[in-house]
């Protein structure tokens, strides 16, 4: 079965159970830059998790584009993707684990036609934070499926939650047996020999993890997941995802292409092309921070295995293009943007050309320092030196080095680049934890505070002023808008008097939802009105802001302390940017 055919299948199903079909949030968390990449279908419906009402109810469903970059190094291999999309289907406080498991199971049976017998489950086995996931497990029986079937396991296998703290609760895990050879008496789900593959995992949320501890939610969640790529490769009778109509077309033009056979180096080209065509298309561009970074890894990975395989860099061109002809189907809007795409990866293959010719000289000048002084070694660090300065990739030092007569212990290579990757691992995780569903009290402060900011500075200096960026942490918040002049002193003060007077009138905070033309008519703000659906949530303060707005933000503008400029200067042409604090 098609991609696109499941895609449809699990979003009719779950319309036909009065569920609301929502679009995909970006790639790239708008207006959340403390997150790097959207990592699973539940990040961007954090606030409704924990309680705020959803402008399409209490039953949705919908596909999300999602990208998890802890494992770039593992693709290559038969499974691991950065890139992938994850179908999920979502109780708000609606039903529970009885109706969201007999749905699954109706779905996978009925509408997938998976044999009730290759299916086995997954529980919760209980701790001093949850008890006993019993439910769930009686649930799976009355459905159909045998008690040796059903297993359980300890939060380290039925337990999700995105990062340290946040909406979580225990999950139940749908696995599908491939019908191998078990590879022990004690082979099960939990293995990973290949013999179960995971399909499903529905995530019973109705805890919050705070500083440690968990307390119970004010509503019941469902949030499921299920990985459209996984499902067609299992769907098809394929042995990996390579092997589907999602990649394989590529693969077979990578193999026609190259004069050298290497599979890893095909998968890593056909895998890092994909996830950089669909980052680029959703705003992402390279660059030497944070998301901007993971871009240019992906992209200089990949032009370098097209090196490996003798690929005539000049494909690349053809190979964008086949590569969107693919996706077209499950993502008609990348043929509009072919053209930006194929400018943002060949200009950064190019980049990457000189940097790799560049990287060669410094190579060659390590080589006669360790020939001159007699060794016929090279120092590991020399080669975590060359890839971090000119981005030299260490496998190509090392067969240079090889070529040269020099000898390298790759051991000790590696060893530098997992302590290396270890840090980058926590740096990521750390940025996650900052995200939505950390929101602290702090930010929740200086999001309402930028709506005030927003509607002083449109008085001040006028109507035309608009918001063109936000940043939001727990010291202070930054806010860049239109604006042609550099303030004066006389206008910052009224800009930061005018804010401080609607603090003190402690002005309400109410939120509604609306048709998104009835909310422009009603003269309600917003920065990218083609990014939000047709329904949308308004957030008005008193009588003199109204924006469109996810949230979360205070109740009352008393709540904000003192407001206080400490910056303004110029973000780019047009464009002033202010820094503010609240005391
Ligand atoms: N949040 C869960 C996951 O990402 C289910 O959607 O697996």
Request: hydrophobic share 35%.
């Amino acid at each position: 079965m098609k991609a696109l055919e499941i895609r449809n299948k699990y979003l009719n199903y779950f319309k036909n159970h009065n569920h609301k079909i929502i679009p995909s949030a970006p790639l790239i968390p708008e207006n959340d830059p403390s997150v790097l990449f959207t990592t699973a279908g539940m990040q961007p419906l954090v606030p409704y998790l924990l309680g705020e009402k959803h402008p399409e109810g209490t039953r949705l469903t919908d596909f999300q584009k999602c990208l998890r970059t802890n494992d770039i190094e593992e693709v290559g291999d038969n499974r691991h993707l950065t890139y992938f999309e994850m179908l999920g289907n979502w109780s708000l406080g609606d039903y529970f684990k009885e109706e969201s498991i007999a749905m699954s199971y109706e779905f996978l049976t009925k509408i997938l036609e998976i044999p009730s017998e290759k299916i086995s489950v997954t529980c919760f086995a209980g701790d001093d934070d949850c008890p006993r996931d019993t439910v769930t497990a009686k649930c799976w029986k009355d459905v159909g499926i045998p008690d040796e079937r059903i297993y359980f396991y300890g939060k380290d296998e039925n337990w999700w939650i995105a990062g340290e703290e946040g909406p979580c609760g225990p999950d139940t895990e749908m696995f599908y047996d491939t019908g191998k050879e078990p590879c022990s008496e004690d082979c099960q789900p939990s293995c990973n020999c290949g013999k179960y593959v995971e399909i499903w995992n529905n995530v019973f949320m109705e805890y919050l993890k705070k500083d440690g501890k968990y307390t119970k939610l004010s509503q019941k969640n469902v949030d499921t997941g299920l990985g459209l790529e996984r499902m067609t490769m299992l769907l098809e009778g394929k042995e990996t995802p390579f092997d589907t109509e999602i990649f394989k077309p590529i693969m077979d033009k990578l193999e026609i292409l190259a004069k050298k056979d290497d599979i890893a180096s095909r998968r890593i080209v056909a895998e890092h092309l994909r996830a950089s065509i669909m980052i680029i298309a959703d705003g992402g561009r390279p660059s030497n921070l944070d998301r901007g970074y993971i871009l240019r890894r992906l992209i200089r990975r990949m032009t370098r295995h097209l090196n490996k395989l003798e690929i005539d860099l000049n494909e690349l061109d053809n190979l964008i293009e086949l590569n969107i002809n693919i996706l077209n189907d499950l993502y008609p809007e990348l043929s509009k943007k072919k053209d930006v795409i194929k400018e943002v990866i060949i200009q950064e293959k190019d980049k990457f050309m000189k940097t790799l010719i560049r990287g060669e000289r410094e190579f060659s000048k390590v080589i006669n320092r360790i020939k001159d002084s007699g060794k016929d070694i090279i120092d590991s660090k020399d080669i975590f030196n060359l890839y971090e300065t000119y981005g030299f990739p260490p496998e190509v030092s090392k067969d240079l080095a090889e070529e040269n007569g020099v000898k390298v212990d790759m051991d000790e290579v590696d060893k530098l680049f997992k302590e290396h990757q270890e840090k980058s691992r926590l740096g990521s995780e750390q940025k996650f934890k900052g995200g939505l569903s950390g929101t602290s009290e702090k930010e929740i402060k200086y999001h309402t505070a930028t709506h005030l900011l927003n509607a002083a500075l449109k008085e001040i200096i006028n109507k035309d002023v608009h918001q063109k960026g936000s940043n939001i942490t727990e010291e202070r918040m930054r806010f860049d808008f239109s604006c042609d002049h550099k303030l004066t002193d006389e206008e910052k003060n009224k800009a930061e008097d005018l804010v401080n007077k609607w603090i003190k009138e402690d002005l309400k905070v109410s939120v509604e939802t609306m048709k998104k033309e009835d909310a422009l008519k009603s003269g309600a703000e917003c920065m990218f009105i083609e990014k939000y659906p047709d329904i949308v949530t308004v957030y008005s303060i008193g009588n003199i802001s109204k924006e469109l707005c996810g949230g979360p933000h205070v109740k009352h503008t008393g709540e904000l302390g003192h407001f206080k400029i400490i910056k303004e200067e110029a973000s780019s042409s047009g464009v002033r940017r202010i820094k503010a604090v609240l005391e």
